[in-house]
DNA sequence: CTGGGGCCTGCCCCAAGGGGAAGGTCAAGG
DNA sequence: CCTTGACCTTCCCCTTGGGGCAGGCCCCAG
């Protein structure tokens, strides 16, 4: 049997004898054998394979914590793993990617060109709503239980009106604490009455004349929050070069809310992010 | 004036209050105004446009040592700062995907077709050498010292052989603590001698003939530390499929070193990695 | 028998805050 | 005037994955 100590075995594997200790410690890798007297660490040559898998995925910053479930996989499931961590990766990079370019821009002076500000005028009109306090995550899932619920009610569209339906985010929805988020439909002023009788649980009720400034941001599915903060600062930055002041484009939104707009386009809905303010 | 307190402010740049407090603290962000009394932070707007900086820096994980300094800079030096820093974050961020590639690869049982293991024969050869303790940084100047001296000398080519110049690793050579680093270059035996006396600091020596188990990397500066582990690994899983055991191939090396071998291209050195055995 | 190097445990330290306790402040409403 | 709730303060402990050091054992070679 050729074992050998820990500093040996660390060389071998690409850990430090720091890292092989706490490994230990927390059961991830234990020495083949321990001297009971002395307290060294013995390791054997066929445990080089779980060293050196622990020792890639540290480098890929995997936790710990994930490792020691990780390491007990098959080759396929790990595998598996692996490219969906890497898919993930691949998202953070591409989006700090997108932040890094933004700020250079915009320390050379250049305005960002991938966010151009649009105004458009929206006058008063009825919509349809679904409002509830939800997670990011849910705001998706209950767009889609609001599309069910118009699908069902065969809602005729509004003509001339740009974007078939969006939602208002009426305060702070981040990851770890919900947030009022309200989900609209133009209707027909003439027919809204009628419908509003007929479907409950939906609201009714009449959004007043205003403009929006908006930046348009390609599908929605490909936003990452990274992305709708910089279509933020885009507004803001737009807001202070027109002399319209912070305030009412400030998040927490003012009585309008900031509002992401869809257009269901067959490849899916491409949206836009938006902020009302009064004229 | 319109001031505002740490939570107000908080939302308005996407800053935790706690984060706020230590930015204060460690003098990165200072509050405008401190009620004596209360101890009380009150920001104003104009402070709003610093705070953004820093949150979109931290977003890109930049230390805050290294923020407290960046602040300070202008706009274009800072963006140049920014590139530099972007370009080192997509260096790593490639070295992961190939790692992560290599990896599955690895798992799904194919053999990883990035780095094929390929054998040659190395006959016994006079080879002039110039070693020296240095870290990895330090190695490629060592290797342009070495060259220089090699055209001073003008020396003459050796027929047949592949990869003008090699670099032999004799030990752990790491970021922190140097190690033995050779530079070689093979010479005729008949005029070995004869260059050897007139080439003062450089040595000649005989190396043994051996075989070079070695896979092909591409352009030396495009490298980082976690290639040349890829290219170990590699080396690795084809010493213990050869049956050639562990021991040949480990690192710190034998007797005969890790190698490195430089074609130099016009458009930079081509390298391999290489290990050597003895028959 | 005496180095020197390898190894042990235990303690404190890092970044960049998060979480929560315990308590002070502020403005509005009853 | 009092209370209530939101907001703010400081203080302390916790996180990850170890690094560095102190003090002490162990083991082998000269």
Redesign the interface.
């Known amino acids: 049997m050729d074992e050998m100590g820990i500093g040996e075995f660390a060389?071998?594997s690409?850990l430090s004898p720091k890292a092989l200790r706490l490994y230990d410690e927390i059961g991830l890798l234990a020495p083949a054998r321990v001297e009971s007297a002395s307290g060294y660490r013995h390791y054997t040559?066929d445990q080089?394979e779980r060293a050196?898998l622990i020792a890639?995925l540290r480098?890929?910053d995997v936790p710990l914590a994930d490792i020691a479930g990780l390491v007990e996989l098959d080759?396929?499931a790990?595998?598996e793993w692996?490219?969906e961590?890497?898919r993930v990766?691949?998202d953070e990079?591409a989006s700090?990617?997108r932040?890094?370019g933004a700020?250079?821009d915009e320390?050379?002076?250049r305005r960002s060109d991938m966010y151009e500000v649009k105004v458009r005028e929206v006058p008063a009109r009825s919509v349809l709503t679904l409002k509830r306090h939800v997670t990011p995550a849910q705001a998706w899932d209950l767009g889609k239980e609001f599309l069910a619920r118009l699908r069902d009610a065969r809602l005729p569209r509004v003509e001339g009106e740009a974007g078939d339906v969006f939602a208002v985010y009426w305060g702070?929805v981040t990851e770890d604490s919900d947030g009022p988020v309200e989900w609209c439909r133009p209707v027909p002023d003439s027919e809204a009455e009628a419908l509003a009788a007929g479907l409950n649980d939906l609201t009714l009720r009449v959004e007043p004349a205003h403009r929006e400034a908006y930046v348009e941001m390609g599908p929605y599915e490909d936003q990452r929050a990274?992305d709708w903060?910089l279509a933020d600062?885009a507004l803001r930055a737009w807001a202070s070069q027109e002399h319209l002041g912070?305030a009412p484009l400030?998040?927490?939104p003012d009585e309008l809310g900031v509002r992401i707009t869809y257009a269901f386009a067959p490849e899916g809905p491409e949206c836009d992010f938006a902020v009302a303010y009064a004229e």
Chains 1, 2 share one sequence.
């Open positions: 060389r071998r690409r040559p080089l050196r890639s480098r890929l080759g396929a790990l595998a692996l490219a961590h890497w990766a691949e990079h700090r990617r932040l890094v700020l250079i320390l050379n002076g702070e990274e903060a600062q912070d400030s998040i927490p």
